[in-house]
């Protein structure tokens, strides 16, 4: 099937011939996006170019890092994991693709279906950081893993996927693995977002700027400490567990 291009005011999108429709609602998504941060944003990128995959093996054939990084992520969250980033493009599954991936979960659907939008926030919040848009390839992936949790967490808010993400975070807390404070790279999919849920709760979304704004040198301890000014982290840190048994219990 032949590749063609759909354009908006801000944004390129490559697709299938097949796929035009729903190109477009792509990008009359990634367009709301924009306009609903750009306040948060003064920088934004004038354009952005996104490329839609029919099935996971183009993916993969775009960034062979793909089936490490899922392997990598917590299966619960692995699913939700659909696209990558790159300085010239923003290569994601199609939305055909993405409706093939849902799980029978409630909300599985919902949250893959702003995929774009998350990918695209999180474009953003790199492009604001210099040591993480700046950096070659191999030190820039090795800081985004670092930063999984701020990266994936504030994305994953501001598109909204984490109103939908409770099956799957129930999903996950019935595991058994007791996640890592803050969230690594293997779970930062679903838990980080109802970390940054706290903080905006607590000190507002200019917080969530500001912890995504500067990623400066000193690590998660740091930001954190930063971001939750007044609040010990062991008290950040029980509130934020505390939160993911709600959600896992339904309540």
């Given at each position: 099937?032949?590749?063609?291009e759909s354009?908006?005011?801000?944004?390129?999108?490559?697709?299938?011939?097949?796929?035009?429709?729903?190109?477009?609602?792509?990008?009359?998504?990634?367009?709301?996006?924009?306009?609903?941060?750009?306040?948060?944003?003064?920088?934004?990128?004038?354009?952005?170019?996104?490329?839609?995959?029919?099935?996971?093996?183009?993916?993969?054939?775009?960034?062979?890092?793909?089936?490490?990084?899922?392997?990598?992520?917590?299966?619960?969250?692995?699913r939700y994991?659909?696209?990558?980033?790159?300085?010239?493009?923003?290569?994601?599954?199609?939305?055909?693709?993405?409706?093939?991936?849902?799980?029978?979960?409630?909300?599985?659907?919902?949250?893959?279906?702003?995929?774009?939008?998350?990918?695209?926030?999180?474009?953003?919040?790199?492009?604001?950081?210099?040591?993480?848009?700046?950096?070659?390839?191999?030190?820039?992936?090795?800081?985004?893993?670092?930063?999984?949790?701020?990266?994936?967490?504030?994305?994953?808010?501001?598109s909204g996927?984490?109103?939908?993400?409770?099956?799957?975070?129930?999903?996950?807390?019935?595991?058994?693995?007791?996640?890592?404070?803050?969230?690594?790279?293997?779970?930062?999919?679903?838990?980080?977002?109802?970390?940054?849920?706290?903080?905006?709760?607590?000190?507002?979304?200019?917080?969530?700027?500001?912890?995504?704004?500067?990623?400066?040198?000193?690590?998660?301890?740091?930001?954190?400490?930063?971001?939750?000014?007044?609040?010990?982290?062991?008290?950040?840190?029980?509130?934020?567990?505390?939160?993911?048994?709600?959600?896992?219990?339904?309540?």
């Open positions: 099937m032949a590749w063609i354009q908006s005011p801000h944004f390129h999108c490559r697709h299938s011939s097949a796929y035009t429709a729903d190109a477009a609602r792509v990008l009359a998504l990634l367009e709301r996006t924009r306009a609903r941060l750009a306040p948060q944003f003064p920088g934004l990128a004038p354009e952005a170019t996104f490329v839609l995959h029919d099935n996971v093996t183009s993916l993969v054939l775009s960034n062979p890092l793909m089936p490490l990084l899922w392997a990598a992520t917590a299966p619960q969250a692995r994991v659909t696209g990558w980033s790159g300085k010239r493009e923003l290569h994601v599954l199609s939305p055909e693709a993405l409706r093939a991936r849902a799980s029978g979960v409630t909300g599985s659907h919902e949250m893959l279906a702003l995929t774009p939008a998350s990918l695209y926030v999180r474009r953003l919040l790199i492009q604001s950081n210099p040591g993480l848009w700046e950096s070659q390839a191999p030190r820039r992936v090795a800081r985004e893993l670092q930063w999984a949790w701020v990266l994936d967490g504030i994305a994953r808010w501001h996927e984490s109103s939908y993400a409770r099956g799957a975070i129930g999903q996950r807390m019935r595991d058994g693995r007791r996640p890592h404070f803050p969230p690594r790279m293997r779970d930062a999919p679903l838990l980080a977002a109802p970390l940054i849920d706290l903080l905006a709760g607590l000190h507002g979304s200019a917080a969530v700027a500001e912890l995504g704004g500067r990623l400066r040198p000193g690590g998660a301890q740091a930001a954190l400490a930063r971001a939750f000014a007044g609040r010990s982290l062991a008290t950040v840190e029980s509130d934020w567990r505390g939160e993911l048994r709600r959600l896992a219990e339904g309540r």
